[in-house]
């Protein structure tokens, strides 16, 4: 691994704006010249790289951005879309077809859970959802007409964390697809570098890191990134979740800063997750020794943006989750708010909000109790600062 970095991968890309400018210019363009007629026909048959014909196909503003995305995964290609959820939802429609199946992690975003269990069966598109941590359940629920397998690399909300190498090894062996949504940790996890096929983002979380927008990514070969765009039978294409230029270009601007941002974050949750820990309080955090998986993430992060910005801590009920919450935006360490990887501290608590399309069973199963706060740390400049305020409230709690 030494020999990749996401971080340097994208600072040695060379864009330069059609006056010189030192950001790309903003395509303001729904629709393309041709100069010659024949090659509008031959577009329509094929990509034409450099060409364009229609914003929602592509527009250069989603190139230069994909071509970063494609950097820091280490993919041949990437696109761009108007969500995460339009990035996992066309992934997926790209690859399944009425009768496949998908074999999934159970600790995955609310969202993609529902998305999987009620609306994939219209398309006779059925899901198992298994431990993905746990490779003979993975194995026991694939089927001949297996076509994915799908996880997060730190699972929301219980920050499991799954051999990416060994999933790929039973997708190969199974010949199926192996799919990652890395939302929590770009830059930390470079799943493709370990084996996926395809690597999906929800931009709205650390990619952006400004809260200010809503956007997804999809990461993987030619042939895939290309058959999603494709006019004919492509889910992108077809589907329509095309991003706004404008937006596509902030998008790239933050996207410069997403290195320093990540090791803030990491540093920012460690330091959190240690005092907190040490205090006797229940804390799930990678980083931590005692977490399961540990010892694995160390085996596949790239080791200078730690353990990634999100922890967990148990209240033991939802009522003490929701006192936390309110003492702790009060006192301003942060915002009870869904999402995540904001410069601002947010938290929720998942049993409740978002990950509440899950059935209570399964929520049990997978040990997401209704006491979960999930906090996604900040930016903030002095953490032991903010560690002194978390314990004011924590120990303000009756
Ligand atoms: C937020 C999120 C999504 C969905 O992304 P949107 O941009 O909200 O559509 C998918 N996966 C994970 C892990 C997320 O946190």
Same mark, same amino acid.
């Given at each position: 691994?030494?020999?990749?970095?996401?971080?340097?991968?994208?600072?040695?890309?060379?864009?330069? &704006?059609?006056?010189?400018?030192?950001?790309?210019?903003?395509? =303001?363009?729904?629709?393309?010249?041709?100069?010659?007629? %024949?090659?509008?026909?031959?577009?329509?048959?094929?990509?034409?790289?450099?060409?364009?014909?229609?914003?929602?196909?592509?527009?250069?503003?989603?190139?230069?951005?994909?071509? $970063?995305?494609?950097?820091?995964?280490?993919?041949?290609?990437?696109?761009?879309?108007?969500? %995460?959820?339009?990035?996992?939802?066309?992934?997926?429609?790209?690859?399944?077809?009425?009768?496949?199946?998908?074999?999934?992690?159970?600790?995955?975003?609310?969202?993609?859970?529902?998305?999987?269990?009620?609306?994939?069966?219209?398309?006779?598109?059925? /899901?198992?959802?298994?431990?993905?941590?746990?490779?003979?359940?993975?194995?026991?629920?694939?089927?001949?007409?297996?076509?994915?397998?799908?996880?997060?690399?730190?699972?929301?909300?219980?920050? @499991?964390?799954?051999?990416?190498?060994?999933?790929?090894?039973?997708?190969?062996?199974?010949?199926?697809?192996?799919?990652?949504?890395?939302?929590?940790?770009?830059?930390?996890?470079?799943?493709?570098?370990?084996? $996926?096929?395809?690597?999906?983002?929800?931009?709205?979380?650390?990619?952006?890191?400004?809260?200010?927008?809503?956007?997804?990514?999809?990461?993987?070969?030619?042939?895939?990134? =290309?058959?999603?765009? =494709?006019?004919?039978? &492509?889910?992108?294409?077809?589907?329509?979740?095309?991003?706004?230029?404008?937006?596509? @270009?902030?998008?790239?601007?933050?996207?410069?800063?997403?290195?320093?941002?990540?090791?803030?974050?990491?540093?920012? @949750?460690?330091?959190?997750?240690?005092?907190? =820990? $040490?205090? %006797?309080?229940?804390?799930?955090?990678?980083?931590?020794?005692?977490?399961?998986?540990?010892?694995?993430?160390? /085996?596949?992060?790239?080791?200078?943006?730690?353990?990634? %910005?999100?922890?967990?801590?148990?209240?033991?009920?939802?009522?003490?989750?929701?006192?936390?919450?309110?003492?702790?935006?009060? @006192?301003?360490?942060?915002?009870? $708010?869904?999402?995540?990887?904001?410069?601002?501290?947010?938290?929720?608590?998942?049993?409740?909000?978002?990950?509440?399309?899950?059935?209570?069973?399964?929520?049990?199963?997978?040990?997401?109790?209704?006491?979960?706060?999930?906090?996604?740390?900040?930016?903030?400049?002095?953490?032991?600062?903010?560690?002194?305020?978390?314990?004011?409230?924590?120990?303000?709690?009756?």
């Amino acid at each position: 691994m030494q020999d990749f970095n996401p971080a340097d991968n994208i600072q040695d890309l060379q864009y330069f &704006g059609e006056f010189g400018g030192v950001n790309p210019s903003i395509t =303001d363009s729904s629709t393309y010249t041709f100069l010659q007629a %024949g090659k509008m026909e031959e577009i329509f048959e094929h990509e034409i790289e450099g060409c364009y014909l229609y914003s929602r196909h592509w527009n250069p503003s989603n190139r230069y951005l994909a071509q $970063a995305l494609a950097k820091m995964e280490g993919t041949e290609m990437a696109s761009v879309t108007a969500s %995460g959820m339009g990035a996992i939802s066309c992934a997926i429609l790209q690859l399944c077809s009425a009768g496949d199946e998908i074999v999934s992690s159970r600790t995955i975003y609310g969202g993609t859970y529902a998305f999987f269990k009620n609306f994939l069966p219209k398309f006779n598109i059925r /899901t198992n959802f298994v431990d993905t941590t746990n490779l003979d359940q993975v194995r026991a629920a694939i089927t001949p007409n297996t076509k994915v397998i799908y996880c997060e690399t730190i699972s929301n909300p219980m920050l @499991a964390i799954s051999d990416i190498r060994a999933l790929s090894q039973v997708a190969k062996e199974n010949n199926c697809k192996l799919v990652v949504d890395n939302t929590f940790s770009p830059m930390i996890f470079s799943p493709a570098r370990l084996g $996926a096929d395809v690597v999906v983002h929800s931009m709205t979380k650390f990619i952006n890191g400004m809260s200010d927008c809503v956007a997804g990514a999809i990461c993987g070969t030619k042939e895939f990134i =290309d058959s999603l765009s =494709d006019v004919n039978a &492509g889910a992108s294409m077809l589907l329509g979740p095309v991003l706004d230029s404008f937006r596509s @270009a902030s998008i790239l601007k933050n996207l410069r800063t997403l290195h320093i941002r990540m090791k803030q974050h990491s540093l920012n @949750a460690m330091a959190l997750a240690k005092k907190l =820990d $040490a205090d %006797g309080y229940t804390i799930i955090y990678p980083g931590l020794e005692k977490h399961r998986e540990h010892e694995l993430m160390k /085996t596949m992060m790239n080791p200078e943006y730690g353990f990634g %910005g999100l922890f967990v801590i148990d209240m033991g009920t939802h009522e003490k989750a929701n006192q936390l919450m309110e003492a702790m935006q009060h @006192a301003n360490i942060g915002y009870l $708010a869904v999402s995540l990887g904001s410069y601002k501290t947010l938290f929720s608590a998942p049993g409740g909000s978002t990950s509440s399309e899950i059935p209570e069973e399964e929520r049990i199963q997978m040990g997401l109790t209704d006491g979960l706060v999930r906090v996604s740390i900040g930016l903030d400049n002095n953490i032991d600062r903010t560690y002194e305020m978390m314990s004011q409230c924590l120990k303000g709690m009756n």
